[in-house]
Nanobody, 118 residues
Framework: QVDLAESGGGLVQAGASLRLSCAFY????????MAWFRQAPGKQRELVAE???????TYADSVKGRFTISRDYAKNTVYLQMNSLKPEDTAVYYC????????????WGQGTQVTVSS
């Protein structure tokens, strides 16, 4: 059973940076595709960034050039470096995992709040 534990959220001013971390437990990390989603109040959850088992990255258009997803295979951890934060980035950020053989994310962290003030 996969377990995910996020950390690193907080309250920052516009233009600041934050790094989110997600520790992965309970399975072979290298066989899971990892992602960060976010959900703002009153909005649907959206995919922010995804990283494949071999390190390939994809991003939502709204964060391209500002956010970077990465993974550390030695630490079984995935990161989301967020730079040039904007108030519209305010949301609960969730780490998610899916085995490379599946199409749906079925393992989720508890979420971490990111609030960006103007």
């Amino acid at each position: 059973q996969v377990d995910l534990a996020e950390s690193g959220g907080g309250l920052v001013q516009a233009g600041a940076s934050l790094r989110l971390s997600c520790a992965f437990y309970g399975a072979t990390f290298g066989t899971y595709i990892m992602a960060w989603f976010r959900q703002a109040p009153g909005k649907q959850r959206e995919l922010v960034a995804e990283i494949s088992t071999t390190g390939g990255e994809t991003y939502a258009d709204s964060v391209k050039g500002r956010f970077t997803i990465s993974r550390d295979y030695a630490k079984n951890t995935v990161y989301l470096q967020m730079n040039s934060l904007k108030p519209e980035d305010t949301a609960v950020y969730y780490c998610a995992a899916r085995h490379y053989s599946t199409f749906q994310y079925n393992f989720w962290g508890q979420g971490t709040q990111v609030t960006v003030s103007s």
